[in-house]
T-cell receptor, first 116, second 109 residues
Framework: DVKVTQSSRYLVKRTGEKVFLECVQD?????MFWYRQDPGLGLRLIYF???????EKGDIPEGYSVSREKKERFSLILESASTNQTSMYLC???????????????FGPGTRLTVL | EDQVTQSPEALRLQEGESSSLNCSYT??????LFWYRQDPGKGPEFLFT???AGEEKEKERLKATLTKKESFLHITAPKPEDSATYLC??????????FGTGTRLKVLA
């Protein structure tokens, strides 16, 4: 079974703090993703990584950065947390077959971040 | 612009009352349609992948079908444990997966 784990289930931070969210997958997947999920808006892609040190911006990258130093680990960084970044953050991974990126994603349990 | 619309937003069923959830999509070249189940406070759990019109997949009480414009998730004789939000997503072959906002299903005993 694919397992994706996230460093925290719940996190409370203050405005202006630097926040690190970590994600680890154990199935040797090439692709990793960070989403945020808000009521009525669905899942929105923040960043995507297709290999170590490689990244692509998603639909809402502003205020976020990412790091992928090892294949199994993908970190999301909130440089200076703001209240509008209060959300559920979901990490996902997927296998990349030759030339294809459209495989199913496997999600972690999520981190509920509250910024006060 | 690629888009996914799910209906209904919410659905209440009696245990054993079969029904269908709809996922309508517009995408420039469908390369995959995915169904997920999400329980409150948890991450989505993968259910099915469909790639071409006419394809069907089944798992226990769930059956997913695909046409050129929409997908249906049929739930046969649901049980209370089937209560969850069901998400649909599509991709046109890039790393971007477009998600719908989901259907919240409640099955009453």
């Amino acid at each position: 079974d694919v397992k994706v784990t996230q460093s925290s289930r719940y996190l409370v931070k203050r405005t202006g703090e630097k926040v690190f969210l970590e994600c680890v997958q154990d199935m040797d997947h090439e692709n990793m993703f960070w989403y945020r999920q808000d009521p009525g808006l669905g899942l929105r892609l923040i960043y995507f990584s297709y290999d170590v040190k490689m990244k692509e911006k998603g639909d809402i990258p502003e205020g976020y950065s990412v790091s992928r130093e090892k294949k199994e680990r993908f970190s999301l960084i909130l440089e200076s947390a703001s209240t509008n970044q209060t959300s559920m953050y979901l990490c996902a991974s997927s296998l990349r077959l030759a030339g294809a990126t459209y495989n199913e994603q496997f999600f972690g349990p999520g981190t509920r971040l509250t910024v006060l | 612009e690629d888009q996914v619309t799910q209906s209904p937003e919410a659905l209440r069923l009696q245990e054993g009352e079969s029904s269908s959830l709809n996922c309508s999509y517009t995408v420039s070249g469908l390369r995959g349609l995915f169904w997920y189940r999400q329980d409150p406070g948890k991450g989505p759990e993968f259910l099915f992948t469909l790639y071409s019109a006419g394809e069907e997949k089944e798992k226990e009480r769930l059956k997913a079908t695909l046409t050129k414009k929409e997908s249906f998730l049929h739930i046969t004789a649901p049980k209370p444990e089937d209560s969850a939000t069901y998400l649909c997503a599509v991709t046109s072959g890039t790393y971007k997966y477009i998600f719908g906002t989901g259907t919240r299903l409640k099955v009453l005993a």
